[in-house]
């Protein structure tokens, strides 16, 4: 499927083919711009490798497919856009509460509702944190260039299997649709994470009993080991529990499972950062403009930085706090009314003021744009 | 090698985003960086459409082209769409069997009635593309003929490769000897 030779492909195209790459062998949606690609890849290809493809009659319907197959031991995958993934919110929360291995691609649009189908945008960052009710564990990645949108659908995948969650791979239409020269590695070159398995007899499995790595072991459905699903709070043996202490540990569990992991989970990408007066925090296609900006500032000898995020959810908190430490400024530009704002300022209130620049009239942010707030601020 | 921006635009159905594709595959061939982009939605359908591509040596960052040094426009639409965004000295080819009527001051203008060329020389205006990619490559050398012609070989579907080659050729001709 890849070989080490240079071709121009879409982002859509790069994130389905690391999906394959990574495992993924089902493959449940319904087609909306600008993912629509996703789909038509994965069901022209998904079929050659023994896979299924299934266009199903909604959304919600797409999301409960996936589910469903990963509890089979499928490596599952679903895209869509903002109208989708809305719809997805309720089963996303019972894949979290159940520890449901799932990626879900979002090549974001301009939103709310309908919005603009053909229209980048980032305005689903909370959305991804917080899109279903509840408190609840998610891991969010953002590729910036085409060739992310296949590694990170690769760790997307692998981090759904050991961690068992959804993994939102959060892209957006100009990086969906773009094409640009990449060199994909080879499929001996990835490095693929399969999800623990029991090894007691089965009848002796207990589907939510941990051990120190704190992620239960998971059963395939029809291998004879007995397993009870439920959205409802649970103790070790899968069935429904109402104790005020079940649920308190369950609970406890679930939001902090990442934690342990955090120095694997956890991936952003610097430049120029480390001696940087004005920091941009900026990720996805909007990273690409701010990179140009730091570029021609720098030749001109101004002290500017970026700071990427590429684990959006969790957010690399550490590290950003201590390069604010040096920044006076920190400036967050995205394309919606103001979300990862929310976050650096939470972050570096202390340390750096934060502004934005928000665009939300579907045209991405300009190197131009970012380079003028920051002539403004200096 | 200096940075190259290029906006093909037209109207739906001219084939300018694989035009667009095939001029940024033969820059993939030849080693270079390249993004391609185009714009989507009601505009794409009927209306002006335009795909652009930028190649370079150097890692491209933001994707989108703000002014062009080279546009090709292949309808009326897109020549009083796009016709005025170009740089200073830019090169604008202008499909002169689609365009009546067009005036720029700041740019070189090449007419070359592609579409006629088309029709009369092959007799199958899906090929209009073809000659338009063709005559603008030899204008800029941004690639190499053997790099162009490697690409659409890869890019369009078996059997029609004579008529691929030939439109090409018609360009190519067309560039050089006006």
């Known amino acids: 499927m890849t070989s080490k030779k240079a071709r121009l492909i879409q982002g859509n195209r790069a994130c389905a083919e690391g999906a394959m790459a990574a495992g993924v062998r089902f493959f449940a949606g319904y087609p909306i711009t600008p993912s629509t690609e996703i789909a038509e890849i994965m069901s022209e290809e998904l079929p050659k490798l023994g896979g299924k493809f299934i266009q199903m009659e909604d959304e919600i319907a797409s999301m409960a497919c996936i589910i469903g197959a990963s509890l089979t031991g499928k490596k599952v995958l679903t895209a869509s856009s903002g109208p989708g993934i809305s719809l997805k919110q309720e089963a996303i929360g019972y894949a979290c509460m159940t520890e449901i291995p799932c990626v879900i691609v979002n090549v974001q649009r301009l939103g709310p509702s309908t919005g603009g189908p053909t229209s980048s945008a980032q305005g689903d960052i909370m959305q991804a944190r917080w899109g279903t009710h509840g408190d609840h564990p998610i891991i969010a990645l953002c590729p910036s260039s085409v060739y992310e949108c296949f590694t990170l659908t690769v760790t997307a995948v692998n981090f759904a299997e050991k961690y068992r969650t959804p993994v939102y791979v959060l892209m957006d239409e100009i990086i969906g649709h773009m094409r640009e020269k990449v060199i994909l590695p080879n499929i001996d070159e990835i490095k693929i994470v399969n999800r623990k398995r029991p090894t007691c007899p089965s009848n002796e499995y207990k589907p939510y009993q941990i051990d120190e790595t704190l992620i239960p072991a998971m059963a395939d459905f029809g291998t004879g080991y007995k397993w009870h699903v439920t959205g409802l709070f649970h103790d070790e043996t899968g069935f429904p529990s109402g104790k005020p202490k079940v649920i308190e540990e369950q609970f406890k569990r679930l939001m902090t499972k990442f934690d342990k992991y955090s120095d694997e989970i956890l991936s952003w990408e610097e430049t120029e950062a480390e001696d940087a007066e004005i920091l941009l925090v900026a990720y996805g296609s909007t990273a690409r403009s701010a990179l140009d900006a730091v570029n021609i500032l720098r030749s001109e000898g101004i002290k500017v930085g970026l700071f990427r995020p590429i684990t959006i959810w969790p957010f690399p908190e550490k590290r950003l706090k201590t390069l604010a430490e040096k920044a006076n400024k920190i400036i967050v530009p995205e394309m919606n009314y103001g979300q990862l704002i929310l976050e650096v300022e939470r972050i570096c209130k202390d340390k750096a003021s934060v502004g934005g620049l928000f665009k939300f009239n579907s045209l991405p942010i300009t190197p131009e744009e970012i380079m003028f707030k920051i002539r403004e601020v200096l | ?178």
């Not at chain 2, 994707?63 to 090709?72: C, G, T």
């Not at chain 2, 073809?130 to 790099?147: C, E, G, H, M, Y």
């Open chain 2, 1 to 178: 090698m200096k940075r190259w921006k290029f906006r093909l635009s037209g109207s739906g159905g001219q084939g300018l985003i694989t035009a667009g594709i095939i001029l940024g595959e033969a820059a993939v061939i030849e080693g270079k960086e390249v993004v391609q982009s185009q714009s989507y939605g009601p505009e794409a359908r009927g209306g002006a459409s335009k795909a652009e591509v930028i190649i370079d040596d150097k890692k491209i960052n933001y994707p989108k082209v703000v002014i062009p040094e080279v546009l090709l426009a292949m309808s009326q639409e897109a020549a009083d769409k796009y016709g005025t965004e170009i740089e200073d000295n830019g090169l604008i080819i202008i499909d002169s069997s689609m365009v009546n009527n067009f005036k720029n001051d700041k740019a070189k203008i090449v007419n070359i009635p592609i579409t006629k060329l088309a029709k009369e020389e092959i007799g199958k205006t899906f090929v209009a593309n073809i000659i338009a990619i063709s005559a603008l490559v030899n204008l800029t050398k941004v690639v190499s003929f053997d790099s162009l012609k490697q690409a659409v070989l890869n890019r369009i579907p078996k059997g029609t490769e004579d008529i691929n080659l030939k439109a090409l050729e018609i360009g190519w001709k067309w560039a050089q000897s006006n």
